[in-house]
């Protein structure tokens, strides 16, 4: 089981910062968070689109360089925040089959999309449900010419169910599943029974540990808030055992959003501190007791 890192980790420093959040000393650039990830020595990155300071063919042509120089599997993270908006965008959705093409262009094997969000919840899911079945039906066929897997996430929007039902009901060796461990805490489902049942269709993950954080609503959807891996309340040691019984080859993507206040605001020591623990994770699956 290999390891990597989402690059929303650091959204702060790529200029993304909640209300609720300071702003960092300094930024941070896309070349910058390949050199962290790099020395690091984990085995892969997922590129969040809307960090991309250019989609160039020139400038995806030197960041895949850079990628395979230092062997660094890669994924493709198109949509945040509300991807295909429930499906009822077609601007999203043309934008999403652009997306496939910088992924080819990064020799992305995955992409990540996005169907919907929390922020939509007062639409109901049927009719989102039924909208992202009808663009992901005609998406797969562009995503497949171009050899590039879509990768679903479990956005704090759809539970287990609803996307096992959505990826079956396509139907495509091209859609797949972006599980995110701590996404479904936040939506009460549990993420082990919920790897258990969508092992054998994740193509890329989001590997988060959470726990409630005083003060904050309860309906909020940062109530379970990012710890660094090990620190919270997710048992992420048996999420890797069923995706790894499930034959998944990618890797376990540390990802956080927004950091427990626990932790300050100090994202890269979570980062690097979530990588090591994903190393003990990884070498028990390797060596069981």
């Given at each position: 089981?290999?390891?990597?890192?989402?690059?929303?980790?650091?959204?702060?420093?790529?200029?993304?910062?909640?209300?609720?959040?300071?702003?960092?000393?300094?930024?941070?650039?896309?070349?910058?968070?390949?050199?962290?990830?790099?020395e690091?020595?984990?085995?892969?990155?997922?590129?969040?689109?809307?960090?991309?300071?250019?989609?160039?063919?020139?400038?995806?042509?030197?960041?895949?360089?850079?990628?395979?120089?230092?062997?660094?599997?890669?994924?493709?993270?198109?949509?945040h925040?509300?991807?295909l908006?429930?499906?009822?965008?077609?601007?999203?959705?043309?934008?999403?089959?652009?997306?496939?093409?910088?992924?080819?262009?990064?020799g992305?094997?995955?992409?990540?999309?996005?169907?919907?969000?929390?922020?939509?919840?007062?639409?109901?899911?049927?009719?989102?449900?039924?909208?992202?079945?009808?663009?992901?039906?005609?998406?797969?066929?562009?995503?497949?010419?171009?050899?590039?897997?879509?990768?679903?996430?479990?956005?704090?929007?759809?539970?287990?169910?609803?996307?096992?039902?959505?990826?079956?009901?396509?139907?495509?060796?091209?859609?797949?599943?972006?599980?995110?461990?701590?996404?479904?805490?936040r939506?009460?489902?549990?993420?082990?029974?919920?790897?258990?049942?969508?092992?054998?269709?994740?193509?890329?993950?989001?590997?988060?540990?959470?726990?409630?954080?005083?003060?904050?609503?309860?309906?909020a959807?940062?109530?379970?808030a990012?710890?660094?891996?090990?620190?919270?309340?997710?048992?992420?040691?048996?999420?890797?055992?069923?995706?790894?019984?499930?034959?998944?080859?990618?890797?376990?993507?540390?990802?956080?959003?927004y950091?427990?206040?626990?932790?300050?605001?100090?994202?890269?020591?979570?980062?690097?501190?979530?990588?090591?623990?994903?190393?003990?994770?990884?070498?028990?699956?390797?060596?069981?007791?």
């Amino acid at each position: 089981m290999k390891i990597g890192i989402d690059s929303y980790s650091y959204h702060r420093f790529f200029g993304e910062v909640y209300p609720i959040q300071r702003p960092p000393e300094r930024r941070m650039s896309l070349q910058e968070f390949l050199r962290r990830a790099a020395e690091l020595r984990v085995d892969g990155v997922s590129l969040e689109s809307c960090f991309m300071p250019s989609v160039e063919p020139d400038f995806l042509t030197e960041v895949r360089g850079f990628l395979d120089d230092h062997g660094l599997e890669r994924v493709y993270a198109w949509g945040h925040p509300l991807g295909l908006v429930g499906g009822g965008s077609e601007e999203a959705y043309q934008d999403m089959l652009a997306g496939i093409d910088q992924a080819q262009a990064l020799g992305a094997g995955v992409m990540r999309i996005v169907g919907s969000n929390h922020r939509l919840k007062d639409t109901p899911k049927a009719r989102q449900l039924e909208q992202l079945y009808r663009r992901l039906e005609e998406g797969v066929k562009s995503a497949g010419a171009k050899g590039v897997r879509l990768a679903i996430e479990n956005h704090i929007d759809f539970s287990d169910d609803e996307l096992l039902e959505l990826v079956r009901k396509v139907d495509s060796a091209y859609l797949g599943i972006t599980f995110d461990s701590g996404n479904f805490v936040r939506l009460l489902i549990d993420p082990v029974r919920a790897a258990e049942k969508l092992g054998r269709h994740v193509l890329a993950t989001h590997i988060k540990d959470v726990r409630p954080e005083k003060g904050r609503p309860v309906d909020a959807w940062n109530f379970f808030a990012c710890t660094p891996i090990g620190e919270g309340l997710v048992d992420n040691l048996s999420i890797a055992r069923h995706l790894a019984q499930a034959g998944f080859d990618g890797f376990l993507a540390v990802e956080i959003d927004y950091l427990h206040a626990d932790f300050g605001q100090a994202e890269d020591e979570a980062v690097a501190h979530s990588v090591r623990e994903l190393r003990r994770i990884t070498a028990a699956l390797d060596h069981p007791a």
